[in-house]
């Protein structure tokens, strides 16, 4: 079932998805931040091995999500608990598709999401290479318009996208509403220096160890990623940036005009 791209959605679950070392946990991380910003109730969680967004422990809760019937009914009981959650973000490992699928079959994801009130959105970050977008070909030949899409070109590789730009697959996820923007090659420098000290970005930019120069190139580089969908109406719905305002807040405005 898909539901409308141009109507507020209430509560989203947003997950990083695609091929690996793409930068998955990097935008997951930016969203963070820009949810954080926001004044978002939210969760997070990771899958795998490794927690790339243990830094916003200091922050926010972030727990594991195993790709199991276990995983998945802590999720749900999360998601039922929290009623006043507005969005929660998941950060994938990569090529993880046959475990996702199996995952998504044994708990009838699609459909106890829905019941909970929530719609998923695909974060998908691709590349120039061509397995990049053949892994964004196979998740939509099985989510097909169950999930909404977010195709994130990131510019840190190329700004090329021959497999993408054109092809059949761009043209689909566009016909049932989903979106694309793009990540700016942040100089390796200072990306690697924001990544080393293991601070939530806004944090990190404060720190000492961070000169004028590069903190300028951080900024410069999140704001321009921010401002992308701060200035999309059909991103920030789908990204669960537009939220509904509150009776409280609307009279108060009704209240400030007379």
């Known amino acids: 079932m898909q539901f409308s791209a141009t109507a507020p959605r209430d509560k ?14 990097t935008i997951a991380r930016l969203l963070l931040e820009l949810y954080l910003e926001s004044k978002l109730k939210l969760r997070a969680y990771y899958t795998g091995n ?9 922050l926010l809760p972030v727990g594991e999500l195993p790709l199991t019937q276990g995983g998945a009914d802590q999720l749900l009981i999360d998601l039922e608990n929290f009623s006043d959650i507005q969005v ?15 995952f998504a079959e044994e708990v009838q994801l699609w459909d106890a999401i829905v019941s ?14 061509r397995d990049c977008v053949e892994y964004l070909q196979d998740i939509f030949d ?17 700004d090329e996208f021959p497999y993408f730009d054109g092809a059949d697959i761009q ?12 990540l700016g090659a942040l100089w390796r420098g200072a990306y690697e220096l924001v990544e080393s000290l293991n601070l ?10 961070i000169d004028l120069i590069n903190r300028s190139r951080i900024f410069n580089w999140m704001e321009e990623f921010n401002q992308q ?12 940036l537009s939220q509904p305002e509150s009776s409280v807040n609307l009279q108060q405005k009704l209240d400030c005009d007379f």
């Open 12 to 25: 989203r679950l947003v997950m990083t998805n695609g091929d690996a070392r793409v930068g998955k946990s």
């Open 50 to 58: 490794r927690n790339k967004l243990y830094a916003y422990e200091l």
């Open 88 to 102: 929660a973000l998941s950060d994938l490992p990569g090529q993880n598709f046959r475990q996702f699928k199996q």
């Open 116 to 129: 909970l009130g929530y719609h998923i959105t695909f974060v998908h970050p691709i590349s120039y290479r």
């Open 142 to 158: 099985y989510c097909g318009d169950k999930v909404d899409y977010v195709v994130v070109k990131n510019l840190y590789f190329s």
């Open 171 to 182: 043209k689909r996820i566009q016909e049932i509403g989903g979106e694309e923007l793009y």
């Open 200 to 209: 939530p970005y806004s944090q990190a930019m404060q720190n000492p160890e």
């Open 229 to 240: 969908i701060k200035n999309n109406k059909i991103i920030s719905n789908l990204l669960a």
